[in-house]
């Protein structure tokens, strides 16, 4: 018999095929549009840098604008036919302006070809925002256990780092050589595929089906809508928003990405200068960082469920926390290009592994009814904490902590590398939060997905217990998080 590469099951499998492909099509579409925005439309204009930031912009514009509305319809809608429909969606708009793109430069004003390429870049992203919290519910019925729970998340972490280091190194090639029509009918392409693997998987009728196959439990007793009566998209969005506030869980899960993200948000922003000004390099070895903190991130995301296994999810999201920030203080102090990248490559580890561990605790803490708006809820607000983190961060380089310079018992210091050391310490803290706030009653896995105590508990069993009781009172509102993939993303 042939032996046949299978990634924890036959369906999982193919639901990975299509995201691989289709991560890989993404990445080669985003580097060739602002590749094409700032050498070709906007090139030797002094406006060149906001043209970009207007892609990037764009992409922003819709998971904070789309991405809260669609947890809602996602719950209502079949879940496979909700991916398919998106992959549709997004092959149609690649095809559009592939077809457009044919058109001689000089065809149309700058103006208008810029207006095109955001707008194909907002409807992308906003149809993204229903294809995540679709996957994510049917993952949750695909993939049973922490353990390969977790093991998910870390392969699809690779497989989003490792597009990111095949697509950027193919768009350059078909930019120039071949033209911006091929590289964007390339990802057209790759959402096809996509649809072709995503159709091919059986996924239970209790996945797909809206609810779960199981009646909605209601944030409250009252909020309880009679049989047939479809509620309002208003209604339901507060329904979501409101079991999300009731679950001490999950606004413990959200509280940690977000102090990590302002934690973390300053390395994408000042990393650049960092290199050039503290480790002495040269800013053309900017993209080893780049490639060091790639392959740390497939390292940590295909250890992670391992680590998982061994140590349980929640006592994976703590220490990866802890070690994460001492290696972030520990890079800050870094003066050679050599050992900020070893450092950089360590820290990217634990980093990952968190973001896994923490996938399979948001599965089961959000019931079938309610886990598209959970992620409709925890990813736009883990988003918009990190364009905070890096505006602050930036604002504090340039402004605020520009002329910081001095020295303390023969340590060194100035403005960049005391934000990543303060960085440092706060993701530190919030590890402290995470062991003080994430119950420890979890027993490492025994195997692919048995485990001990409180967490072999079945799935709805076990969300119950992650959440306080439903039909109790509101508590008061300075009790719900003020405001992060990848995720890792990410993507």
């Known amino acids: 018999m042939t032996p046949r590469l299978t990634l924890i099951n036959r369906d999982y499998t193919r639901l990975w095929f299509g995201q691989a492909v289709s991560s890989v099509g993404d990445a080669v579409f985003s580097t060739t549009l602002v590749l094409w925005v700032a050498t070709v439309l906007a090139k ?9 930031s207007g892609v990037l912009m764009a992409s922003s514009v819709a998971v904070l604008v789309i991405g809260p509305l669609a947890g809602v319809f996602v719950d209502r809608w079949d879940k496979l036919a909700t991916l398919l429909r998106t992959e549709v969606v997004r092959g149609t708009l690649v095809v559009v302006l592939t077809a457009v793109s044919f058109l001689p430069t000089d065809a149309l004003p700058v103006g208008v070809w810029l207006a095109l390429v955001y707008v194909t870049v907002l409807l992308l992203h906003a149809s993204g925002q229903f294809f995540s919290p679709a996957r994510f519910a049917i993952l949750a019925d695909l993939v049973k256990g922490d353990a390969n729970r977790a093991r998910a998340a870390g392969i699809g972490q690779a497989t989003g780092e490792t597009a990111w280091i095949i697509g950027p190194p193919l768009a350059a090639p078909l930019l120039f050589a071949a033209g911006i029509q091929w590289a964007l009918l390339f990802n057209a392409l790759s959402y096809a595929v996509s649809y072709v693997a995503i159709r091919s998987i059986e996924v239970p009728a209790s ?24 509620s309002s998209l208003r209604g339901e969005f ?4 409101r079991f999300f506030a009731r679950s001490r869980f999950l606004v413990v899960l959200l509280l ?14 000042l990393n650049v200068f960092f290199t050039t000004d503290n480790l002495d390099a040269d800013a053309h070895l900017y993209g080893y960082i780049g490639m060091a903190m790639g392959v740390g991130g497939i390292t940590g995301a295909l250890s992670g469920g391992r680590v998982v296994q061994w140590l349980g999810a929640r006592r994976s999201t703590w220490i990866s926390l802890l070690v994460s920030g001492v290696l972030l203080i520990a890079y800050s102090r870094q003066t050679t290009f050599l050992g900020g990248i070893a450092l950089l490559f360590v820290f990217t580890v634990p980093l990952t592994v968190l973001n896994t561990a923490m996938a399979p605790l948001l599965l089961d803490a959000a019931p079938p009814a309610f886990r598209g708006r959970v992620m409709a809820v925890f990813y736009p607000v883990t988003k918009l904490a990190s364009m905070l983190a890096a505006v602050l961060s930036g604002w504090l380089a340039g402004s605020v902590l520009t002329d910081v310079a001095g020295s303390v018992a023969g340590v060194r210091f100035g403005p960049i590398d005391t934000i990543f050391a303060v960085s440092g310490v706060i993701v ?3 590890g402290v939060f995470a062991w003080l706030a994430l119950p420890g009653t979890e027993t490492p896995e025994k195997g692919a997905g048995a485990t001990d105590g409180p967490d072999a508990e079945p799935g709805a069993e076990k969300a119950a217990a992650l959440t306080v009781d439903v039909t109790a009172p509101a508590g008061p509102r300075g009790h719900r998080p003020a405001a992060d993939d990848e995720r890792g993303r990410p993507e």
Do not use: M
Request: proline share 11%; aromatic share 4%.
């Open 44 to 52: 030797d204009e002094s406006w060149a840098p906001l043209a970009v």
């Open 207 to 230: 996945a797909a089906t809206p609810d779960g196959g199981k009646p909605a439990p209601g944030p409250a007793a009252s909020d309880t809508k009679p049989a047939g009566r479809r």
């Open 238 to 241: 507060a329904d979501g928003v």
């Open 256 to 269: 940690l990405a977000v102090i990590g993200q302002f934690g973390l948000g300053a390395l994408s922003t």
């Open 428 to 430: 530190v803290l919030s």
